[in-house]
Each structure stands twice: as C-alpha cells, then as structure tokens.
C-alpha cells in the first residue's frame, strides 16, 4: 500500500502536470512506479506510508498561507495608490513570483545554518515595520506581516539584527523544537 497525494489541481490533471507525493516502502514504490508516472510527470518518494499526506498538508497550509499573505499586501498596495497590475507585476518579476527564498535565500541561509548577513534583519525589519505603517494608515489588514515583525523584534531583541534575515525563523524552530537543515 502507497499514500500518493497530488499536487497540481484540475489544470494539472488535465495535462497530466501533477507531482505525487508517495510515502510507502521503497521496494513498493518501484515496482509500482509504472503507474505512478502514468499519473503525473513528477514522483517524489518522501518516505515511509502516511508521509506523501504530511508533505500535501504542510505544502498546501503554506501555499495558502503565502496567499493570504500576498493578498493583505496587494490590497495594502492598491489602497496606498498602486495600479493592481502594476503590484502584481512587481510581485510576479521580483523575488516573490522567482521563488528566490525557497530557490536561493534558504537554502544558502536556514537550510545550512548559516546566518552571515546577504540582506540583514536590522534591514528587513524596518521594511517590514515600514510597510505596516502604511497598511496601517489605510486601514488594512496585515495579520500575516503582524505575525512575522513579532517574530523579527524577538530575533532582534536577542541580538541578531546584524544576522541575515532568515535568522529570524529560528524562532520557529525553537519553539518546534526541531532544525530545519537540508542534506544537500
């Protein structure tokens, strides 16, 4: 028996553009990977049975996540004047829509433990204290920002504003009590 959750909604099913998530025994897998890319171009084996659910659930509760965040920013930007093309096209050509953190920034940073500053907290913070001000004076939401500066003022109350600015997701861990390191 495998657990193989999808990700890549209807317009994947439809071209066939869908990653499994499959969590089961190794040798079950194999012999079962014929079918498994029948049904999507992308397998990834991510462990033991009940693991491909873990990995869709946690993918899914940060894809929104990210949303609600993009969101609060994009209607805090048109309030404040920006055109929603305009925003959008910013969000999609620059860091956000390149996946930089997840490609670059955390992987050179979190992913490794090393925190030598490429953007610093000091740096990100008064951005992101900068940009609530305005979400602020327009009457905005910003609950998902609001979460991160607290996290930010923490890491910065410890000392480690000179740190990058993934220093701050530290806290995260601590509280998990577990490290996000990679192998690779």
């Known amino acids: 028996m495998l657990d193989a959750p999808v990700s890549g909604g209807v317009e994947g099913a439809e071209t066939r553009d869908l990653t499994l998530l499959v969590g089961g025994e190794q040798e079950i897998v194999t012999k079962t990977m014929p ?4 049904v999507g171009k992308t397998v990834l084996h991510v462990g033991d049975i009940g693991t491909g659910t873990i990995c869709k659930l946690m993918h899914n509760s940060a894809s929104f996540s990210i949303m609600l965040a ?11 004047g920006v055109d929603a093309s305009t925003i959008v096209e910013v969000f999609q050509k620059c860091a956000l829509g390149r996946n930089f953190d997840l490609q670059v920034r955390l992987p050179n940073t979190l992913f490794n433990g090393n925190f030598d500053p490429r ?46 600015s993934s220093i701050f997701l530290t806290m995260q861990e601590e509280k998990a009590g577990v490290k996000v390191r990679t192998h690779s």
């Open 70 to 80: 993009m969101m609060q920013c994009l209607t805090t930007g048109i309030k404040a």
């Open 119 to 164: 953007f610093s907290l000091k740096l990100a913070y008064k951005d992101l204290k900068l940009a609530m001000e305005i979400a602020d004076k327009f009457d905005v939401p910003f609950s998902i920002p609001e979460i991160c500066e607290k996290q930010m003022a923490e890491a910065i109350a410890r000392g480690l504003d000179v740190k990058d």
């Open 35 to 38: 079918i498994l890319n029948a």
